[in-house]
């Protein structure tokens, strides 16, 4: 499985964006996948994830209400859409899935290259 992340970029406090995870190779209805973040100086953090096969979806508190994430299954693709980015949202944005999903952590069996978000104050 390969997975190659697209749509960083800058924008302002308040904007939106949204960031796509292209799925190459074989996902199963066990598998999950979803988006991590790294800001400067900072560790890696849980930011969104959703099953592959079913809708549920799963956000870390700093995100509900703002980020949305959604499956292009004719795409084999995973949309991040942010919303109301904030300067804390900041960071490098990965691409990640497991072969064994375990909501709503990601273990990170794939990982993709990370795509950078920088949001100006």
């Known amino acids: 499985v390969q997975l190659q992340a697209s749509g960083g970029g800058l924008v302002q406090t308040g904007d939106s964006l949204r960031i796509s995870c292209a799925v190459s190779?074989?996902?199963?209805?066990?598998?999950?996948i979803g988006w991590l973040r790294q800001a400067p100086g900072k560790e890696r953090e849980f930011v969104a994830s959703i099953r592959w096969n079913d809708p549920r979806t799963y956000y870390t508190d700093s995100v509900k209400g703002r980020f949305t994430i959604a499956k292009d299954n004719a795409k084999n693709t995973v949309i991040l859409q942010m919303n109301s980015l904030k300067p804390e949202d900041t960071a490098v944005y990965f691409c990640?899935?497991?072969?064994?999903?375990?909501?709503?952590?990601?273990?990170?069996?794939?990982w993709g290259q990370g795509t950078l978000v920088t949001v100006s104050s």
């Open positions: 990640a899935a497991d072969r064994y999903f375990r909501a709503p952590h990601l273990q990170g069996d794939y």
């Open positions: 190779g074989r996902l199963y209805s066990s598998s999950g």
